[in-house]
């Protein structure tokens, strides 16, 4: 869409969504921006309704003040045009109920809904995860749980395999497994998408796409910003559950499954899980020579210096927050190519980026071999979303062979020059259409859980060590020597 047309975004049918947690970090940050991107974008129908629930008093005039005022902070660039706003405000309405009491009067929130038939009714759940059982539990017992109802449960889904399974079947005992949504937004990043058309659909990459042309694949998701007032929560969860159960898994999955005969949901994920039931178990035994663990300390980061993550929790801890992996696929398309997984707080730059890296030539012509580095594919999901090829050329002129690594380069900001969808307005109108394509099925959710435990119970056996990295920096050192003992190194950039 190189000449700026805008996408064609296809209006969804009416609907009613109900936000537990309305007032949260969450509800106000992501879910009500989306929804007014979608709504000024004309997909969202005036008939649809937008119910906020939460245990804090208030009513609907200063919720919708509420969502306004933060919709301003959190997108500071974009300009609200105020009859827009009136309009999309009109379908939100707010509802002081806790969800959580099994003796709460649910009359306000049932007399909020929309009793017309035909109308789809969703349960968002921005709420902890262990909230999502006895709430499903209330929607049925206020009988709210209407036929063909559907549930969205965010990340992460427990904290391992035995909590991910309880909730899996408290939800499951009120919603059908097609009614339950079970949301990373990490899926629903135009970048991630194109991966399985990048894969599938060109000719020039799926027989390439095996051990015998690739060399390894990193997958990278870093994030600049400490824990802050998150410590608390966070030090009960760390890197590996926060976020290689979930994204890192998910990316993983995409990359290296095999071609699914179509694209419907059941199809695509059967592919991903037996990615997941491939991954080689990590143990006591090899933990240290396929894992790494991290916490930042006090550094520089964006120009100021900032305290460690000790200093945050204000107390003594182990938990990570970084990890690096080497992760093995045992099957015969990912044989001796392993992939490499890192993700952290307070390194040097927030991006995301999966780095394909080919096999070296067989020969190299030039007598200086060093000269020659390998093809990539570098995958770029933020902040720059965009796909590079980096190959290596000859420098134009004479003077004799001299080469360069150039990309091509595909930068959906380039490419395509008018505003698409972001991963929380595309998931969100995926779940009104019902299409389960974008969203995590049971078994792939413990699948993932089962290879995360074996992770944290071979530390607790190992007493692996946290290596501490200063805050602004890529992590530990021992990340590096990870890869080192391979013969191998992070990719940095061209």
């Known amino acids: 869409m190189s000449d700026g047309a805008s996408p064609k975004l296809l209006p969804v049918e009416p609907f009613e969504l109900i936000v537990f947690g309305a007032t949260g970090d969450l509800s106000l940050r992501k879910l009500i921006p989306s929804l007014f991107h979608r709504w000024r974008d004309d997909q969202i129908p005036p008939e649809s309704k937008i119910i906020g629930v939460s245990r804090g008093a208030g009513d609907s005039s200063a919720y919708r003040q509420l969502a306004l005022d933060s919709f301003r902070k959190h997108h500071p660039a974009e300009t609200v045009d105020e009859a827009e706003w009136r309009a999309f405000a009109d379908l939100l309405t707010y509802v002081e109920l806790d969800a959580m009491r099994e003796d709460a009067d649910w009359s306000a929130l049932a007399a909020a809904t929309d009793q017309s038939a035909g109308k789809q009714r969703i349960f968002y759940l921005a709420l902890a995860p262990d909230l999502y059982g006895p709430v499903s539990r209330n929607i049925e017992r206020a009988g709210l749980n209407s036929p063909g109802a559907r549930i969205v449960l ?67 998701v870093a994030e600049s910003i400490g824990v802050g007032g998150r410590a608390g929560y966070y030090d009960t969860s760390g890197a590996l559950r926060d976020m290689v159960q979930n994204h890192l898994l998910q990316l993983l999955c995409l990359v290296a499954m ?27 035994e090899n933990v240290r020579d396929t894992s790494v663990r991290g916490q930042y300390g006090p550094g520089a980061s964006g120009g100021e210096v900032v305290p460690g993550y000790l200093d945050e929790l204000d107390a003594a801890s182990r938990t990570e927050t970084y990890v690096a992996i080497k992760a093995s ?22 991006y995301s980026e999966i780095i394909i890296q080919f096999k070296d030539v067989a020969h190299a012509i030039l007598k200086d071999e060093s000269a020659l580095p390998p093809t990539r594919m570098v995958i770029r999901l933020q902040p720059d979303e965009g796909v590079k090829l980096l190959l290596v050329t000859k420098d134009p002129g004479p003077g004799g062979m001299r080469l360069r690594y150039v990309p091509l380069n595909l930068s959906y900001a380039e490419a395509f020059a008018a505003r698409y969808p972001d991963a929380y307005e595309r998931l969100l109108m995926a779940v009104v259409r019902g299409d389960l394509g974008l969203f995590m099925r049971r078994d792939e959710v413990e699948a993932a859980w089962r290879w995360v435990d074996g992770i944290l119970d071979a530390w607790n056996i190992d007493k692996t060590p946290v290596h501490s990295y200063a805050a602004g920096t890529d992590g530990p050192m021992h990340a590096a020597m990870l890869l080192d003992r391979d013969g191998r190194a992070w990719f940095d950039g061209v």
């Open 258 to 284: 095999e071609p699914p005969l179509d694209l419907e949901p059941d199809t695509v994920r059967d592919e991903k899980i037996k990615v997941l039931r491939a991954l080689r178990p990590v143990t006591a």
């Open 329 to 350: 696929i045992d099957n015969w398309r990912w044989k001796g190519a392993p992939f490499y997984l890192r993700t952290g707080k307070r390194m040097k730059a927030r």
């Open 154 to 220: 965010e990340k992460p889904i427990g904290k391992d395999l035995a909590s991910a399974h309880e909730i899996n079947r408290a939800v499951g005992a009120v919603f059908p497994e097609e009614s339950i949504f079970r949301i990373d937004h990490y899926l629903g990043k135009e970048t991630v998408q194109n991966l399985i058309v990048l894969r599938f659909m060109n000719s020039l990459f799926e027989p390439l796409w095996n051990a015998n042309a690739i060399d390894h694949v990193e997958i990278t």
